[in-house]
């Protein structure tokens, strides 16, 4: 059996990787346009800093990626994030966000009464929800996040709490993404419960029970609904499963039969700059409900890569530029591609400026995944093009969807999915003249506030493994729907609109010893209303007319690093279970 798979970003790996164990006899290749395999996730070491580009961590209760990361043997580099107020900043002023809410919804009265970001009529409008009725949804039993909340809580809650906390997640218009899509657990707390005050009460007293309260809380600075979803686990299952998963590993180090070259992996922790850092800060054992690696997320990457079996092929540089069902078969047309992108646009960039001193840093990627393939090896490849399979599965974003099947309307909504910019300027200050108030783990920016600057993390607080202990590391997000400077300015004005903005936001003046930018253009899929059905209609055009054709990653079921590795692990199980 022959089997494509097009995308070597995590979720593609991941699917080679268990695919190629579970089903060895079978003939596995991997196509990466990018000449490095990784796709969004990607992990410079900057001196002793290491500095993510893209995502920064993920979400630990969804526990497909730490099933993985212990499969890989880098369990023990897990470290969770220091947890720590977070606030808001408002036209002026910074507020910390009320205690005792979940996702920015009350469930506690007195942290609520007392809070300094909600006005007295805002307070009361949001209390009146006690008294309405389910919003009425669409036929699909959609809406958007912003309508349903706006409905419940009020414009004033919308502006400075639901919007600052649920827009940032997915980076685009609150008041065009979906519910259904990506809270539904909202949908079944307010049609339980009549509205959303008295169900997230009911549900916060039902988690105290259950022993969650403590991620209920988490979840207003983190960004995830406990329990929302599938897949998702309360703290006691979650650290259960955790003590399981690392027992797992170190058993399978000891006798390891199952052929996997997992946990012989030369990444478990050897490296100085690994072992130092997870001596000198956090374990997984801590309380935040993020995950990271002390190597970052790349070394996941590294790993994977390393640990593929022999009969999975990894080939970088190349561009999949068309995929054509004929005659029961897939055949694959294969360009050799020098492009550094993930599918969408993506590049980071050093800035210097007067007062930012790029000589210093020695940004080599040493953790890297570039796993490149070499130049003969591509010509062999292409040589044989168009390659043909009987099963391929793609792994990309939702726009690379152009480039196949076009003449099949059954792929447009796919192609037409929008996808929101942003970008992350990383900096470092020297901590002895720092003169900034560093409160927290950071703060999030309102909307309406005249700023492209949508958030800021303080990482050397969140995230202490990534930083040397005399600097403070700040990564700002920028860009929000309605404004294009993104897109738009070159990467030095970007880098000093985001220092001179963050600087007037948390009132400091020090100036950063280096600045970097990573732009990433139309990167991050928008799950607007409707996504549910047009995916669902989607699946049933394919499972119709394509065979053995496997659709999986950010287009579909969850944007989030977990959700792309659980749609691999469940595509293999399927096919592994298929007679
Ligand atoms: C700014 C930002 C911040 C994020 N933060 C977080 C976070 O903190 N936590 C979290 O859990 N998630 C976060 N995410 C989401 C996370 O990055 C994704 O869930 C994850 O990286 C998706 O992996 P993937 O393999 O599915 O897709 P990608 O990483 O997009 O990989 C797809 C791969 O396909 C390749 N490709 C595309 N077209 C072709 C082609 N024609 N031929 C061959 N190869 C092709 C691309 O080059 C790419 O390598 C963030 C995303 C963004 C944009």
Redesign the pocket.
Known sequence: MNVTI?????????AAYYLGHAKPEWNITL????PR?????QTQRVDDFVV?L??????GRKTE?TDLVHDLGLGDTLVSNETGQAFVYDEGSIHPIPGGSIMGIPTEMMPFVKATLISWSGKLRAGLDYFKKPYELDENGDVSIGHFFQYHLGQEMMDKLIEPLLAGIY?GDIYKISLLSTFPHFIQVEQKYGNMVKGMMAAKMGHSKAGVSKAAKGAVAEGDVPRAGKGIMTDRQFENHEAKSSQTASTNTSSNTSGHATNTSPHRQTSKVQADMASRKGTAAQSGM?RQLTGGLESVITAIVDAMPSNVHLYTG????NIRYVEGMYAID?EN?G?D????Q?NANSIKTSSINTDSINADNKGGASGATTDSAIEVLLDKAPAMADHVII???PA?YT?WFKDDPGFDFLRSMEQSS?A?AIMAFDKSTFDGDLKGSGLLITRKTDTPLTACTILNQKWPQTTPDDKVVLRV?IGKPGNDVVEQYSDEELSELAVEEIQHIMRFSAKPEWVRI?R?IH??PQYNVGHRAGIKAVREHVAENYPNLHL???PFD???????VKQAKELVQMLVNEK
């Open positions: 097009v995308g070597g970003g995590l979720t593609g790996l991941t196509y990466e346009q990018a395999f990784g796709g969004k996730i993510e893209g995502p920064d961590s993920y979400l990626m980076g993020f190349t561009l999949v530029s294969v591609s492009n992108t993930c599918g969408c993506s792994a990309t974003p690379t480039q942003c992350i997000f990573n990433l990167c991050m999986i990653g950010t969850g944007i989030g690093i977990p959700d792309g």
